[in-house]
């Protein structure tokens, strides 16, 4: 098709959570530009955490919009910046106000395994187009809810490639780990710093007993407290801190020997397109207890850790999604924050054997498969000799998650935004 001369311009948003959905966003952004999309003008609205993870992608000016949203302010930009169209992550209040202005929104829906009918009030239900990501398995609750949605279109993982493949096979005695503490600056989560405190002291210890000698620590956490916590270990492995841009995140992804993260759904899919052995940390939120329970459910294996019944109960706090997430996430932010206040010693204590063991069960699979290798070196430290076995140690197939849910989700919320962009306007779009 010809493309008209004058831009188009499209607002995007990600939802204040993690870095999931600025994920996604970049990924839908890089498939758009791949389509040809240089008549495409975006701007970004509110996403302040995620700004960092879009660097790289063509967003010509962001707005902050107060915490009180105003649908006067709102129609201001949209009218000011000429929005024709916008692609909003799973910030269904934002959607909702931008359809009040006149706006038509393709909605992402990357959690549709986690609504009730408590949810459906902040769900944009009506969106011109209601993407939901494909699951492992989809809860009856969740099912009827989406029912409901007027242009609903399944698609698969909403994940980049960012043009990065895996170099090397994985090894039973990893030196290079990513540590990645995501989601941590979730809606109504009043002390973000308990997650990490817990956590992250454990997990580099349990990295340096299973002889990694290299970390990086990534996502959402404050350098200044990661340096605290790296430094009340009593001997880190070498660490080095920091956010990283989205390209570079996938890089050192495809670099590491092993992912220690917590559960979040998009990071487990990015690590598996590239086959990256990964453990899920003990989740933050009620979507990571599902997340981290599909990953193990699609890998055939364990890989997971749960925190101790003190700090809370994943059973009971799935049982509370009936009266909507905000009150399972009540259960999960209370008693995280009282084990991180009453019980640290014994709580951290009890996530460092966990990954420990998980760590050596990982390294003693893979070192299993090498010895069955055809032409394996069975005399290298650490390898089995010929004949001998560690009997009942299952390697996964560390892309069985991505494969169960396929991989061309940006590619189709992309063409969903460039027809919805003709559909309303008439006009032609660069659509290849």
């Given at each position: ?49 995620g ?8 967003v ?32 269904g ?18 959690l549709?395994?986690?609504w ?28 009827r ?9 399944w698609?698969?993982a909403?994940i ?5 493949v ?24 009043t002390?973000?710093?308990s ?15 299973s002889?990694?000698?290299?970390v ?19 001997h ?24 220690l993260?917590?559960p ?8 598996g ?10 989740p ?5 207890i ?10 055939g ?12 109960d994943?059973?009971e ?10 009150k ?19 709580t ?12 050596k069960?990982?390294?003693?699979g ?14 290298a ?28 989700g940006a ?22």
């Amino acid at each position: 098709m010809k493309a008209n001369a004058e831009s188009s311009t499209v607002a995007v948003a990600g939802v204040e959570f993690g870095w999931g959905s600025s994920g996604k966003l970049s990924a839908v952004l890089s498939a758009l530009r791949a389509r040809g999309g240089e008549r495409l003008r975006f701007i970004g609205l509110a996403s302040g955490l995620g700004r960092p993870v879009l660097a790289e992608q063509p967003v010509k000016r962001w707005f902050d919009l107060p915490e009180e949203r105003s649908n006067r302010e709102l129609s201001r930009i949209v009218q000011a910046q000429r929005v024709r169209a916008a692609l909003v992550v799973l910030d269904g209040a934002l959607a909702n106000a931008l359809r009040a202005c006149g706006v038509p929104v393709v909605f992402v829906d990357s959690l549709p395994f986690l609504w009730t009918d408590g949810d459906r009030p902040d769900l944009p239900l009506d969106a011109e187009v209601y993407c939901a990501q494909r699951c492992v398995e989809l809860p009856p609750e969740g099912a009827r809810v989406l029912a409901d949605a007027r242009q609903l279109r399944w698609v698969d993982a909403v994940i980049d490639d960012g043009g990065v493949v895996r170099s090397s096979t994985p090894t039973p005695h990893p030196r290079r780990a990513l540590l990645n503490l995501g989601g941590l600056r979730g809606p109504h989560l009043t002390d973000w710093a308990s997650y990490p405190q817990l956590v992250l002291p454990a997990a580099l210890e349990a990295l340096t007993a299973s002889g990694v000698t290299e970390v990086h620590i990534a996502g959402n956490l404050p350098a200044w407290l990661a340096a605290q916590l790296v430094d009340s270990c009593a001997h880190p492995p070498i660490t080095a801190v920091g956010a990283l841009p989205h390209k570079e995140f996938l890089r050192r992804l495809a670099e590491c020997d092993v992912l220690l993260t917590s559960p979040g759904l998009t990071t487990l899919l990015e690590a598996g397109r590239l086959g990256t052995p990964t453990l899920c940390l003990p989740p933050q939120n009620l979507s990571q207890i599902f997340s981290g329970r599909f990953h193990s459910q699609a890998l055939g294996a364990d890989v997971r850790l749960r925190w101790p019944r003190e700090v809370f109960d994943e059973e009971e706090a799935l049982a509370l999604r009936v009266h909507g997430e905000g009150k399972a996430l009540d259960l999960i932010y209370g008693g995280i924050a009282r084990a991180a206040d009453l019980g640290r010693h014994r709580t951290a204590t009890a996530v460092r054997e966990g990954l420990v063991e998980k760590l050596k069960q990982l390294a003693d699979g893979l070192t299993e498969r090498l010895a069955d290798a055809p032409g394996a070196d069975l005399t290298a430290p650490g390898r089995h000799a010929p004949g001998h076995h560690v009997p009942g140690h299952h390697v996964p197939d560390w892309t069985a998650l991505t494969n169960a849910v396929g991989t061309a989700g940006a590619a189709q919320v992309a063409d969903a935004l460039l027809q919805l962009l003709v559909e309303t306007s008439g006009a032609a779009l660069p659509v290849r």
